[in-house]
C-alpha cells in the first residue's frame, strides 16, 4: 500500500501518488481506447491509489468521469474523487474558460450526475477567466461546499495575487500546479502563502508530459499530431539542454538500482507540503511503474546531489539569456 497523506487541514487522506484522468480524457493523449483506461483505473487501484483527479474538461462528452464510474463499478467509498469545474471543450476542439457563478453550478450538478454520486470529495476551480472577479468565484465555490456538493474546495492555476484575493473569501485546502525539475517557479511562487495556511501543494506535471520519465532519446522522433510538441522544451535548445539533465539524472538513478522516472517522483514527493503528486498515465504497466516511487524514500544525500545537478543545469541554461525552461 502507498502511505497516505493529509490533505491541508481537511479530513482528506490521499496516495502520496495519485492517478490524474486527463490521458484517458482522449484530447490529447493518442490512440486512447476505454477498455485500457479501465484497466490503467484499476491497476492503480491494485497498486494502492485512492485518489484519483478528474474535471469537467476531461473530454468533450465527460469521458474520464464515465470511465471512472464504470471502472470504480459506482463504490467510491474507499476513494478521494477530486474535480474542477470552469473550463469546458467545445466539439471542435476549441476550449472555453467561464466561471460565472450559474456555470461554475451547472458543471458541478453534471459531474455528480455523471458520477452518480451526491458530493464530490474535492471540487477544484480549474483556471480563473479573466471576467469574472475572484471574489464572485470563491463564493460560488464556498456556496457548493455550504450546499454540500462537495466536502473540500481547492484551487487550480491560479496566480499568487489571485490566490490571496481567492483565500480572503473562501479558504481552499488543495492548490493545484505545475511543479517538476524543469518548471519550479509556480511552486516557489505559492509557497509564502502556502507557509501561512493550512493547504496542500497537489502538484501535476512530475514527468513534464513524460520528458523526465527519461525514455525519450536526443533524436526521439514525434508524431507530427503530438500536441506537446507546442511546448518550447519539446525542441531545440531547450530539448537538448533538458536531455543533459536527464542524462544527470539516469546516472544518479542507476547508481540506486532505480529509473529515471522513480527518482524524478520520489524527488517531487520530498518538497515541502507536497500533499500528493499527480501521475498521468494510459496504460496499467505506466502506473505501476510510478507507483513504485514510494518503494524506497530518497535518502539526504541523495536529493543533495540532485539538487546540485538541477543547480548546473539552470546556471547552464541561463548563460544565452532567459531561462528557456521555465513555467
Same mark, same amino acid.
Given at each position: ?12 487522506? !490521499?496516495?502520496?501518488?495519485? %492517478? ?6 482522449? +484530447?490529447?493523449?493518442?490512440? !486512447?481506447? #476505454? ?29 474520464? #468521469? ?30 472555453? !474558460? ?12 453534471? *459531474? %455528480?450526475?455523471?458520477? &452518480? *454520486? ?22 460560488? +465555490? ?26 480572503? !473569501? /473562501? ?7 505545475? %511543479?517538476? +525539475? ?5 511552486? &516557489? ?39 506537446? %510538441? ?39 514527493? &520530498? ?15 505506466? *502506473? ?18 540532485? #539538487?546540485?545537478?538541477? /543547480? ?11 531561462? /528557456?525552461?521555465? #513555467?
Amino acid at each position: 500500500m502507498l502511505p497516505l497523506r493529509q490533505i491541508g487541514s481537511s479530513d482528506l487522506l !490521499v496516495s502520496a501518488i495519485g %492517478l490524474g484522468l486527463w490521458p484517458i480524457s482522449g +484530447m490529447t493523449t493518442l490512440g !486512447v481506447e #476505454d477498455r485500457q483506461s479501465i484497466a490503467t483505473i484499476q491497476a492503480a487501484i491494485e497498486c494502492g491509489i485512492n485518489h484519483f483527479d478528474t474535471a469537467y474538461s476531461y473530454g468533450i462528452d465527460g469521458r474520464s #468521469d464515465r470511465i471512472l464510474k464504470t471502472a470504480l463499478n459506482g463504490d467510491y467509498s474507499k476513494f478521494v474523487i477530486a474535480s474542477k469545474v470552469g473550463m469546458h471543450y467545445r466539439e471542435d476542439g476549441t476550449r472555453v !474558460v467561464d466561471c460565472r457563478s450559474s456555470t461554475l453550478r451547472a458543471h458541478c450538478d453534471e *459531474i %455528480l450526475q455523471r458520477l &452518480a *454520486i451526491d458530493s464530490l470529495d474535492l471540487l477544484y476551480l480549474h483556471c480563473t477567466d479573466g471576467v469574472t472577479s475572484i471574489e464572485s468565484m470563491a463564493e460560488t +465555490m464556498a456556496d457548493l461546499q455550504r450546499c454540500g456538493k462537495t466536502r473540500w474546495i481547492g484551487v487550480s492555476n491560479l496566480s499568487p495575487d489571485e490566490l490571496v484575493r481567492f483565500s480572503s !473569501v /473562501a479558504q481552499p485546502i488543495a492548490v493545484q500546479l505545475p %511543479l517538476n +525539475m524543469l518548471q519550479q517557479q509556480s511552486y &516557489a511562487q505559492t509557497m509564502p502563502w502556502l507557509e501561512q495556511s493550512e493547504a496542500s501543494y497537489v502538484a501535476y506535471w512530475a514527468l513534464m508530459k513524460g520528458l523526465l520519465a527519461g525514455s525519450m532519446s536526443r533524436d526521439h522522433r514525434f508524431d507530427p499530431n503530438y500536441r506537446r %510538441l507546442s511546448y518550447p522544451i519539446f525542441g531545440g535548445k531547450p530539448w537538448q539542454q533538458a536531455h543533459d539533465l536527464i542524462d544527470r539524472l539516469r546516472q544518479i538513478a542507476e547508481r540506486r538500482s532505480l529509473s529515471v522516472a522513480r527518482l524524478v517522483i520520489s524527488w517531487t514527493l &520530498a518538497q515541502p507540503k507536497i500533499g500528493s503528486v499527480l501521475c498521468g498515465a494510459k496504460t496499467a504497466e505506466q *502506473i505501476r511503474t510510478l507507483a513504485t516511487a514510494l518503494d524506497t524514500p530518497l535518502e539526504t544525500e541523495v536529493l543533495s546531489e540532485i #539538487d546540485l545537478a538541477l /543547480a548546473e543545469h539552470f546556471e547552464a541554461s541561463t548563460k544565452d539569456g532567459p531561462r /528557456a525552461n521555465a #513555467d
